[in-house]
C-alpha cells in the first residue's frame, strides 16, 4: 500500500501566538490533510523524524520566514528534501536586503511563495524563476450589524512597529467626534510599541483594548465594524485584510506592496505610509459619505471571489505536489 506524503510545515509562530504566520500555518495544513500527514512545528532536524517516527522524515518541508526557519531549511536542504519557503512581509521588505541568513534560505529553497502579486517584484532577479503567488483566503460571511451609537474603527493585529498602529492613533486625535472609537484587537509582541499603544488608550476613552481574541471571536467582531484600519509598514499579505474583504467591511489600508498587490494600486481607500493627516480624512469620507463606503464595498465584493478556500486550497496542494514530482535538486 502507497503511503500518504509527509509534509512538514515549519512556523516560527504556534497556536499561542495567533498571529498571521500560525493562520497560514494553521490553514495550509488543514488544505494538506486530505492525502497528506502533516506536522506543523517550529523546527526540524534530521533527529526529529517525522511526527514522533526517528526513523521518518518528512517529504516535503513548508517554512514560513526566511530569517526565523533558516536552521530548518539548511537542515532540509542538506538532507535533499524539497523546501517550499513562505515569504512574510520582514522577509520581503526588510530581511533579505541585510541579512545574510535570510538571503541563505532564498538560495537553498525550491519554490518561493509570495502571497500577494507585488511580492516577486521584492526578490533578487536571479530567485525569481522559483517564485510563484499563492493569495491566501478565509471564507466568505455577511456582515453583521454595526454598533448604531459609535463609529467602530477597527485594528486588528499584535501592536508591534511593522504595524504602525500609531498612525491610527494620530488619526483619531484628529478628529474630534465622540462618536468614534477605535478597536484594537491583538496582543503586544514589542514593549515600546506596546507602551505608547498604552499611554495613548488611557488619555483617550474612544480607544478601546480587547486584548487578544480567538481567531473566531476576532473575525465576528470584524463583521461587526465599520471600517478595518491596515496602516502597517510592511505586510506579506495580510491576513486580516482578506478576512475584511470577504466579510463585507471596508478597507482603508496603507498604499505599501503588500497591501497594493491584493487591492490594486487604484482603490480608493489607500493613503500614503505613516499619513494620519490623509486616514483621518478617509476616515471622515467613511462617516459622512455612504457613496464613499458603497464604493469601498463594491471594490470589496469583486475582490473577495480571489479569496476563496478553495482557490488556496488547490494552490496549496499544487504546489506540494509539484515539490513531490519535480523537485529542482537545486545545488546544496
Known sequence: M?????????SPALAA??????????????FLRAGHRVAVRTDWAAADGFDGDAAARPDVIVALHARRSAGAIARAAEAGIPIALVMTGTDLYRDIDTDPVAQRSLVLADRLVCLQSRGPDALPEAVRPRALVIEQS????????????????????????EKDPMTAVRALARLSDPTLRLVHVGGTSE??????????????????????????????????GRVLLLPSVMEGGANVLIEALTSGVPVLASRIPGSVGLLGDDFPGLFAVGDDAALAALIVRCRDEPA?????????????????????????????????ESPLRRPR
Do not use: K, M, Y
Open 191 to 224: 514593549a515600546g510599541c506596546g507602551e505608547a499603544f498604552a499611554r495613548a488608550a488611557a488619555a483617550d476613552p474612544r480607544i478601546e483594548r480587547r486584548g487578544s481574541l480567538p481567531h473566531a471571536a476576532a473575525r465576528r467582531l470584524i463583521a461587526r
Open 292 to 324: 464613499f463606503v458603497d464604493a469601498l464595498r463594491a471594490r470589496g465584493a469583486a475582490l473577495a471571489p480571489r479569496f476563496a478556500p478553495d482557490r488556496e486550497r488547490a494552490a496549496v496542494r499544487a504546489l506540494v505536489q509539484t515539490l513531490l
Open 2 to 10: 502507497l503511503r500518504s506524503p509527509r509534509v512538514a510545515i515549519i
Open 17 to 30: 501566538a495567533n498571529n498571521g504566520n500560525w493562520q497560514t500555518a494553521r490553514r495550509w495544513a488543514q
Open 138 to 161: 478565509a471564507p466568505s460571511r455577511r456582515p453583521l450589524p454595526p454598533r448604531r451609537r459609535t463609529v467602530d474603527l477597527l485594528l486588528v493585529g499584535h501592536l508591534r512597529p
